[in-house]
């Protein structure tokens, strides 16, 4: 083993330029790696003549615990990357190669750590036992070169490509038939109304629910007056589910829907619901606002129920379709996605909003619908914007004031213009 000096520590580090403490590291770190292999040459010469021979001990590893002052735990990935990187030799004398030399002379360098160390000796342990010696030794030294200079992810991404060189057709599956995926999705309604929702998702439906929400929760494009989307990423992602929900719920074949998107039991006075204030019981799980119960209206299954002063059920409604199938296919080709100026959304992602709503007399038929998507459908219901349908039969949008003091109408060009 070669001599190696301690680096001298400036007298006041205070005074130590960035250059300085950066070499000074580089230095001590050098000097720790080389020092710790070799400490694994002693251990591997303590393992060739026999622990108990020599101290009376069972094992390299417990001796060098207690020697060390460390656990078996501590202690047995030293033991064990000693006798990997080092000569050894049998009970008869003879000598047993390194498992991997060039990372033992990379060690021994100071170049590389116990981390990358143990990776790479992790990797040779996932080559087939039928790749040739030659195949093997030339994938140890590629790596450990590259491990001089590379970090953790740049050599977990060469072991792949070189495990794959050896070993194309990888590893023949024990069991034929995969395990069953595990998921795991809770949804509870806490006291202040709001719902909270947890899980836990395998990889495969992770990363497609994830592919999916990215694509919803892309922020909106630049308006008309230069205003950026001020949600957050948590916000879009919200309403992204929202939009994802809306979606299965749309769809025929959905169990418990049949395609219709909102089954509302409104239980609220009529009154209520015509003026817009007073609060509603959505699906007898809640409260929302009687505007909230307006906007749902729109486009839904609708069973009202007419309650008394006292709260007495006096009559249930029959169940009624406001917009049908056949008024959405006209709705989107006349549309062709969200009306609202300036938005990108496409049909499949809006409601069917009524101009002059059902509960003020409006009519469900197309000279009183467009298709918003769920954050205009919301802007129209709550904000100063206002729709109406223009004398061509296409709907237009009137700007609140303070956005265009003259209220110019406004109409959707990007749908036209595709």
């Not at 790696?33 to 040459?41: F, P, V, Y």
């Not at 006292?310 to 009306?339: K, M, S």
């Not at 467009?370 to 004398?391: N, P, Q, S, T, Y």
Request: aromatic residues 6%; hydrophobic residues 40%; glycine residues 8%.
């Amino acid at each position: 083993m070669s001599e190696t000096f301690l680096p001298e520590l400036p007298q006041e580090l205070w005074r130590a330029g960035k250059l300085e403490l950066a070499y000074g590291v580089r230095q001590f770190l050098r000097v720790m790696r080389m020092a710790s292999a070799g400490l694994g040459q002693l251990l591997a010469e303590v393992e060739s003549r026999g622990v108990k021979d020599l101290y009376g001990y069972g094992s390299t590893v417990a001796w060098f615990a207690d020697v060390a002052g460390l656990s078996s735990r501590e202690a047995g990935p030293v033991v064990r990357r000693a006798i990997a990187l080092n000569p050894t030799r049998a009970l008869d004398g003879t000598e047993v190669p390194p498992v991997a030399p060039a990372t033992a002379a990379a060690a021994a360098e100071g170049a590389i750590g116990d981390h990358r160390i143990d990776q790479i000796l992790e990797f040779l342990g996932k080559i087939p036992a039928e790749v040739s010696p030659e195949d093997r030794e030339y994938a140890e030294k590629t790596l450990a070169t590259l491990a001089r200079k590379a970090g953790p992810r740049e050599l977990a991404d060469a072991e792949a490509q070189v495990l794959g060189w050896l070993d194309p057709d990888g590893k023949e599956p024990k069991d034929p038939e995969p395990a069953p995926p595990s998921r795991e999705v809770t949804l509870e309604r806490r006291k202040d109304g709001f719902w909270k929702l947890s899980g836990l998702l395998d990889d495969e439906l992770g990363a497609r629910t994830a592919a999916v929400l990215d694509a919803y929760a892309k922020p909106r494009p630049v308006d008309e007056v230069g205003q950026a989307d001020p949600r957050s990423k948590a916000e879009r992602q919200g309403d992204a589910f929202a939009e994802v929900l809306d979606l299965a719920i749309a769809c025929p074949d959905q169990p418990g829907t049949s395609g219709y998107r909102t089954l509302l039991h409104v239980t609220i006075g009529l009154e209520e619901l015509k003026s817009g204030i007073g609060t509603a019981c959505l699906d007898f799980v809640g409260a929302l606002t009687a505007r909230e119960a307006r906007l749902a209206a729109c486009d839904c299954l609708m069973l009202p129920i007419v309650l008394s002063a006292a709260g007495e059920p006096l009559d249930v409604g029959r169940l009624r379709r406001f917009v049908t199938p056949g008024q959405r296919r006209a709705l989107n080709i006349r549309d062709r996605g969200c009306a609202f100026p300036g938005c990108h959304r496409q049909p499949k992602h809006c409601h069917a909003h009524h101009i002059d709503h059902w509960a003020d007399g409006g009519p469900t038929d197309l000279r009183n619908l467009v298709l918003l998507c769920g954050f205009h459908h919301r802007l129209i219901h709550h904000g100063d914007w206002e729709v109406r349908m223009a004398a061509d039969g296409l709907p237009e949008f009137t700007p609140p004031q303070y956005l265009d003091p003259l209220r110019r109408p406004r109409r959707d060009t990007l749908h036209r213009a595709a």
